[in-house]
């Protein structure tokens, strides 16, 4: 019933044009011999001959005219087929799609880990073939990977995990930091532990998934297998052994997300916005050679292990605000383009910045370094603010070029403090810091002079264990004396042999304030 009304539907070709295509020749070609029939024979035949061509032209006319319509009538229903024939594979797709969702789906809520595994399978095949259902894909996979979820602890080692118990400053899943020699308390029974083996092994499915349509190496033409640009969505996921390494991610959201194991981000590219605001790393993290070409936002983020940002690009501001490096982290020939903020940032142990470029401003303010704060031959084309920080171990910043505003308002050097060969282009702000160490300023130049108002040293600085003997220098005066000597070329050195003489009259008091301004 439906293709008969079809075709009644359908524009036919009209038969009446071509009978009245003849007709009107006919009568063109009649008009035409009436009109030149003359007398004689010779003329009646020319009459005749010119009558009949052009009865042939007028029914040429016609005949294109008729050969047109046809063709236009003929694209018509050839375009009216191409859009039924398109209506129906895309209620075909919808069905296809529809079909292969759902069964995904419970696939992906089964009990059967391999059941599962064969869901995300699925769905990959679905975005292969359908390149307007990968974002969609995508969100699916993520949102699996969101699902609750604590790895077995025998699958990583005791330092890598730490140890199983509650505690509120662990990730969500329940990790202290304690002695790795403490055995875990046994929290899971045998059936709990195969099937965290068995989950284990889904969300590794589900990852490499994503790492593989990812993948696109620098300096190198697309895979036929890159999905394109792709927004990640893991918040609160919980991910193991993850490696985006030479990865190209538009959009990527892992704030509040666990890492389990090594985590690589190594070569990776950022082209939109990512966020890992209260993510937490429990092994090795690396995010060598990575560019982040819009904001990249690591706010309270926790690094459990060591961590690698050598060499990494961001375009656009980056914030570390809050963030707490249990181990060592390395931020080796890093650039950071534009702002950059590690206000509050905990550095338990050594804090490594050889040779980073801060093209923004950078914030420091209240920062804590533990072990060893090394920023040796950094350049701050900005202004850097370091206010209020806490240098609990020797700090580095030999051969640092300060071009901007530079602030160390009532910063704490536990043990020493170098500066030796640093430029400060513009008068740099030391007023109320304590050094409780020893100073070094060997050819440190300041070419607007320093601000030291109440300048606090340590009457007797210490000296590490590591040195045969104290440099000549230190032996000659302690504190601050003795190191503003070393202070060459500046404008006010003899403001600065008033204040020496000013140090060395104060009283034997444990702390000697120095209180002028230079």
């Not at 524009?11 to 007398?39: M, N």
């Not at 890598?160 to 308390?185: C, N, Q, W």
């Not at 690589?264 to 082209?271: A, D, E, G, I, R």
């Amino acid at each position: 019933m439906s293709d008969a009304s079809g075709d009644r539907d359908q524009p036919h070709f009209r038969w009446v044009w071509v009978w009245l295509a003849v007709i009107v020749a006919v009568t063109v070609g009649v008009v035409v011999t009436v009109t030149l029939w003359g007398r004689s024979t010779t003329e009646h035949r020319d009459a005749f001959d010119v009558g009949w061509k052009s009865a042939a032209a007028v029914l040429a006319a016609l005949a294109t005219f008729v050969a047109v319509e046809r063709l236009r009538l003929g694209q018509r229903e050839h375009h009216r087929q191409v859009l039924a024939d398109r209506s129906k594979q895309q209620a075909d797709l919808a069905a296809q799609i529809t079909d292969l969702s759902s069964k995904a789906s419970e696939q992906l809520g089964s009990e059967k880990p391999a059941v599962r595994i064969g869901g995300l399978t699925d769905l990959e095949r679905l975005a292969q073939s359908y390149p307007e259902l990968r974002q969609t894909v995508v969100d699916r996979i993520c949102a699996y990977l969101r699902a609750p979820y604590f790895p077995p602890s025998d699958k990583f080692s005791k330092r890598s995990m730490r140890v199983l118990h509650s505690t509120s400053d662990a990730p969500h899943s329940g990790i202290e930091y304690v002695d790795d020699s403490e055995k875990p308390s046994p929290i899971r029974t045998d059936q709990e532990v195969v099937e965290a083996r068995l989950e284990l092994d889904v969300r590794r499915t589900a990852q490499q998934i994503l790492q593989r349509h990812l993948h696109w190496s620098r300096e190198t033409e697309e895979p036929e297998d890159y999905w394109g640009p792709i927004k990640l969505d893991l918040r609160d996921a919980a991910l193991v052994e993850v490696n985006f390494s030479n990865c190209r991610i538009d959009m990527a959201d892992f704030r509040d997300a666990t890492f389990y194991g090594y985590t690589l981000f190594s070569s990776t590219q950022f082209t939109g916005g990512s966020w890992f605001d209260g993510a937490h790393f429990v092994n090795v993290t690396y995010f060598h050679d990575s560019i982040f070409q819009s904001s990249a936002s690591f706010a309270s983020v926790r690094f459990w292990h060591s961590t690698f940002f050598n060499d990494a690009h961001f375009a656009d501001r980056a914030s570390f605000r809050s963030a707490n490096f249990d181990s060592r982290v390395e931020f080796k020939k890093a650039d950071f383009a534009q702002e950059a903020v590690f206000a509050s940032a905990v550095f338990r142990s050594v804090g490594f910045f050889h040779e980073v470029t801060f093209g923004g401003a950078a914030d420091f303010t209240h920062v804590k370094l533990g072990a060893a704060a090394q920023f040796p031959a950094v350049k701050f084309i900005d202004s850097v603010r370091f206010d209020m920080a806490n240098f609990s171990g020797g700090a580095n910043f030999d051969q640092v070029q300060f071009q901007g505003q530079t602030r160390f308002w009532c910063a704490i050097f536990e043990e020493s403090a170098g500066f030796n060969g640093s430029k400060f282009d513009e008068r740099p702000d030391f007023r109320k810091v304590q050094f409780r160490g020893f100073v070094r300023l060997e050819d440190a130049v300041f070419y607007k002079g320093c601000d030291l108002e109440d300048v606090f040293v340590e009457s007797s600085p210490k000296s590490r264990p590591c040195l045969a003997e104290a440099p000549e220098w230190v032996a000659r005066q302690k504190g601050i004396s003795s190191l503003l000597e070393k202070i060459e070329p500046t404008p006010l050195r003899g403001g600065l042999r008033a204040s020496i003489a000013r140090f060395r009259a104060a009283t034997s008091a444990r702390r000697h304030p120095v209180d002028d301004t230079y």
